[in-house]
């Protein structure tokens, strides 16, 4: 029997059988994935100096990976390497849409990135972003008072990371 599913990182919904493996918006793991009815889930946080400070670096660093990944989508010359980079540029515009929440934005900013023809280039900067990424979460995860800011860094890291062996697997088979 089909149930209502949310994840608790990002809050968005999803109806199937059994709890997805990773949330299919913000690519959060399992641990994180309750039905609906049973959790809550908040963006209203009170930020202090630093959180507020990480939570628009973050903002920042999700809104140009998203960019990066859409243009590589369009221009890669791999079949696989344009629906790799589609599914992550949706994934880090989801991340952005949870920092544009938390930091109670009307909306996220714009930002356009460039990207290249080569399959190889675009893994290799995704590799770069994904590991700039990484260590800026696990950085803002030990600096975060709060416990729901804490959360969604370190949830963060788990995502970047799956990312990250995305490219490493690939680069690595060439
Ligand atoms: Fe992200
Ligand atoms: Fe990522």
Redesign the pocket.
């Known amino acids: 029997m089909v149930k209502l599913w949310r994840c608790q990182i990002c809050g968005d919904p999803y109806v199937g059988d059994e709890p997805p493996a990773n949330c299919p918006f913000c690519g959060a793991h399992k641990k994180y994935i309750f039905e609906a009815k049973k959790i809550d889930v908040s963006f209203d946080v009170r930020l202090n100096a630093k959180d507020k400070a990480n939570a628009e670096h973050a903002l920042e ?2 809104v140009s ?1 998203a960019s990066f990944y859409f243009c590589a989508a369009g221009k890669t010359d791999d079949a696989e390497g344009k629906l790799l980079f589609k599914a992550l540029g949706k ?2 515009a989801e ?1 952005a849409a949870i920092w544009k929440k938390i930091l109670k934005l009307q909306t996220i900013p714009d930002k356009k990135e460039e990207c290249r023809i080569a399959n190889k280039d675009n893994l290799e900067e995704s590799h770069r972003r994904e590991d700039r ?1 990484i260590e800026f979460y696990r950085k803002a995860a030990n600096e975060a008072t709060d416990l729901r800011i804490k959360q969604i860094f370190v949830a ?1 890291v788990e ?2 990371t799956d990312h990250l062996e995305l490219s490493e697997e690939r680069l690595g088979a060439r």
Do not use: G, S, T
Request: proline letters at 0%; hydrophobic letters at 50%.
């Open positions: 660093v999700e990976n994934v880090e991340h990424a963060l995502v970047e």
